[in-house]
């Protein structure tokens, strides 16, 4: 099999014809440079390298390869040789680099033509350079007519008549050094001299720049404004360059549940509490005196109040309406009007689910595309070595704050490296089998306990006297008993979790944090059945939507307390303790700190039917939450000991906030508005069989109203009560998630498929580049060969006879 390498010919040369000595030498010098850098590319770092030396000059082809011979002969640390660094050089991918003037004249052709396809205005008011002359036609097909210089003037001139952006956009684009680029730039900036007065397109063309460059600094301006209006901008750069992404995402976290509230908050405050405190009812009964405990319980002073739902009344809000004492409907004239509160109140807290729902549907998906992004991530150790660093940081300690973020972003890539273990004989797979069980069996057990303590306690309550006004300290026995099996118990299942000893640490905050999810949906599982299947029997006589409002508030004021008590006494004391003991500061439980967010959560979501402004008060507890966190991490723990990636932590706390915490919320409040019977004495649902029947009033009004809003009566029949469009949209759902993985699996195939002709791509150069060695070898043999032949002269005639 014969490899050819064909020598590229002159354009002219069209015809066939032999090649001269001076093209063989050629061709043997670049078979032979390519030959002897195969050669100098397999060698180790520490071997000896064959190098070419400056060819002699030597009688034809035989000289040419006696020189070879003694090159191959005699090796020298050199660099490479002329011949090599001449194909080198000629290479495409170093052509455009090394070619000052093919730049030039490559970005003078692409200027001209973003020239032509612009507008011109009229010669006359134009200089003398924006006008056509014969520098308009294309360097690239005579590159030879003009020298470099020429070409940079010209180039100059031209960018000088585009505009302001296209010039800097070229500038940037060109593959020249930064002191090229600003020369270039300069020599734009100079200003034009004319032979007489500046026109008035001067004094214009000089104002419009100004303008544009203060507009420019304006923006700028307005960026960094915006930039250090972000709360907590520095607070989580700091945080994220000491501790590592792994502690950063539940501050993220919880920054996360902090606009999760807003958004649920403002509609609320827009159409109910706003609505409700222009006209505000006529009160219940005398207020109590405000006494202090009402910040624990929620009561007193409170009760009645935009609070919670037993104040809002039951009619229309254009004019102050109050039912009458024996909780009966408001007059019919106030009941014509407009704003009818019920709806209202059904449909503004329906729709700020709604939104809630979509908006942490499409923050789980953009989570999950960041953390699952398809594609390889082989790259990114070398992109956080040459990539991540800021020139423009000036500041002292800002270049140290992100020296500390690209320290610790390198320990975390690292570190997967050393979870890479070696795998364990079947006896020691079977002991840890029978380890993991037994740690998992007690937390088990533990769960269970902690759930049935809940509910006795529960049933005792129940069993003891009914709730009383004066009696408000005693409602703070369950959520007490509550908070307290929350906060002990996952000390537990930490103390369980160090028998287990997992290798990965990533491992071991997923089972914490699984582990004390099923602690907390199962405790609040269980209060949800004591709120809406116990007590509303046992408070028939009173409103008992204000009770479980004021329960979800006394459970959120406690749980923040008691974790200000676990941040002041548990973190700090065991810091204490640690430092007592010589084994420094003890690391932040990620999981345990994470499951009180949506511990938290959950509780706003499942309070917010009874107490609009339950969001409002997790707002003023988060961000209290923030800064005493913030606090006591700086001050009582460490970075982790083993430091990993947190690349798919934040996708998880969104999912588990999703599916557990608000599908949760979502159908207990589904099944209050449905099934439970309202309150016969307080709240805009009063004297109806269940919350969702003040839409079914509210159209046989519109019905009799007339045939003018006779289409809202068809929308709510057709669009609210009728399935069929529920189990529409959760078909086209169910279709764009499908089409989704789908297209993510494609994306996928190719990328695989496109790494699978790379690879076949670098087997093709390998065999041709063997395949050209075979052919350097058989053309040395072939010139050693005539070498011998020559240095052998054949016997003559003379020789003949005497033999």
Request: glycine letters at 8%.
């Amino acid at each position: 099999m014969a490899f050819v390498l064909h020598v590229p010919q002159a354009p002219e040369d069209q015809g066939s014809r032999e090649p001269s000595p001076c093209e063989e030498s050629e061709e043997s010098e670049l078979h032979f440079s390519f030959h002897q850098l195969i050669q100098e590319q397999s060698r180790g770092p520490g071997e000896d390298r064959l190098e070419l030396p400056p060819r002699a000059p030597g009688p034809g082809a035989a000289g040419a390869a006696a020189s070879h011979h003694q090159a191959l002969q005699a090796p020298e640390p050199a660099a490479h040789s002329p011949a090599t660094l001449r194909i080198l050089a000629s290479m495409p991918s170093r052509t455009i680099g090394r070619s000052r003037g093919a730049i030039i004249s490559q970005f003078y052709n692409r200027t001209v033509r973003l020239r032509r396809r612009d507008s011109r205005p009229a010669l006359r008011g134009l200089g003398r350079s924006a006008r056509p002359s014969l520098r308009l036609y294309d360097l690239e097909l005579d590159a030879t007519a003009l020298a470099e210089e020429e070409k940079r003037v010209l180039l100059v001139k031209e960018l000088q008549g585009l505009p302001l952006a296209q010039r800097g956009h070229m500038l940037r684009g060109m593959p020249l050094s930064l002191a090229e680029k600003r020369c270039l730039r300069e020599e734009t900036r100079a200003p034009r001299r004319s032979r007489g007065r500046p026109g008035p397109l001067a004094c214009c063309s000089r104002l419009r720049y100004a303008c544009a460059l203060a507009l420019h600094d304006l923006g700028l301006a307005l960026l960094a404004g915006l930039q250090a209006l972000a709360p907590w901008h520095y607070a989580l750069k700091r945080i994220g360059g000491q501790f590592g992404s792994s502690v950063l995402s539940y501050f993220l976290f919880l920054k996360t549940l902090l606009a999760f509230n807003v958004l649920l908050l403002l509609p609320l405050l827009a159409f109910l509490v706003g609505v409700q405190t222009a006209f505000p009812p006529a009160p219940r009964g005398p207020r109590p005196a405000f006494t202090g405990l009402e910040l624990l319980t929620g009561g007193g002073c409170f009760t009645d109040t935009v609070m919670y739902y037993g104040h809002y009344s039951n009619g229309t809000l254009n004019q102050p309406c109050a039912g009458p004492p024996d909780g009966g409907q408001c007059a019919p004239e106030a009941a014509s009007l407009p704003y009818n509160m019920p709806l209202a109140y059904l449909f503004t807290t329906g729709t700020a689910f709604f939104i809630t729902c979509l908006t942490l549907v499409y923050s789980m998906s953009h989570s999950f595309g960041e953390s699952y992004r398809v594609g390889s991530t082989l790259g990114a150790h070398a992109i956080t070595v040459f990539c991540s660093w800021d020139h423009k940081v000036t500041q002292k300690w800002a270049s140290r704050l992100q020296h500390d973020n690209i320290r610790t972003q390198l320990k975390e890539l690292l570190a997967e490296w050393q979870l890479q273990g070696g795998r364990q004989s079947l006896c020691g797979r079977l002991r840890r089998a029978a380890l993991l069980a037994l740690v998992w069996l007690l937390c088990l057990g533990i769960t269970l306990g902690c759930t049935v303590a809940v509910y006795t306690f529960s049933e005792h309550l129940i069993e003891q006297s009914p709730v009383r006004a004066d009696r408000e300290a005693a409602l703070l026995a369950l959520p007490l008993v509550v908070c307290l099996l929350n906060l002990g118990a996952p000390y537990l299942f930490r103390g369980l979790a160090a028998l287990e000893r997992h290798d990965s640490p990533v491992l071991e905050v997923y089972v914490a944090v699984c582990r004390n999810l099923i602690l907390k949906m199962v405790t609040l599982g269980i209060l949800c059945y004591h709120w809406l299947g116990r007590r509303v029997a046992t408070l028939q006589g009173q409103c008992w939507e204000d009770f479980v409002g004021q329960e979800l508030y006394r459970l959120t004021v406690l749980d923040f307390l008691f974790a200000l008590l676990d941040t002041l006494c548990g973190e700090l004391g065991w810091r204490l303790i640690s430092e007592r003991l010589g084994r420094g500061k003890p690391e932040f439980d990620i999981a345990r700190n994470v499951l009180e967010l949506i511990h938290g959560q959950t509780l706003a979501w499942l309070g917010v039917l009874f107490s609009p402004l339950l969001p409002a008060v997790q707002m003023v507890k988060l961000l209290l939450l923030f800064y005493v966190k913030k606090t006591s991490l700086l001050a009582n723990c460490q970075a982790p000991r083993r430091p990993w990636l947190a690349s798919h932590m934040s996708t998880v706390f969104i999912s588990l906030l999703c599916f557990p915490s608000f599908l949760g919320a979502a159908i207990f409040l589904c099944y209050a508005v449905w099934q439970v019977k309202p309150s016969s004495l307080c709240g805009p649902f009063r004297g109806l069989d269940s919350m969702y029947e003040a839409g079914k009033v509210w159209v046989r009004r519109l019905e009799r109203a007339g045939p003018r809003v006779s289409w809202l009566p068809w929308v709510h029949r057709y669009l609210v009560e009728n399935t069929f469009p529920v189990y529409l949209l959760s078909a086209l759902l169910l279709a764009i998630i499908y089409l989704n993985i789908q297209v993510v699996k494609g994306q996928r195939e190719v990328i695989s498929l496109l790494k699978e002709q790379i690879s076949n791509e670098g087997e093709d150069k390998i065999f041709l580049i063997n395949k050209l060695h075979s052919v350097c070898e058989r053309k040395e043999r072939s010139g050693a060969g005539r070498t011998q032949e020559v240095a052998v002269p054949p016997a003559g005639p003379a020789d003949h006879r005497e033999a």
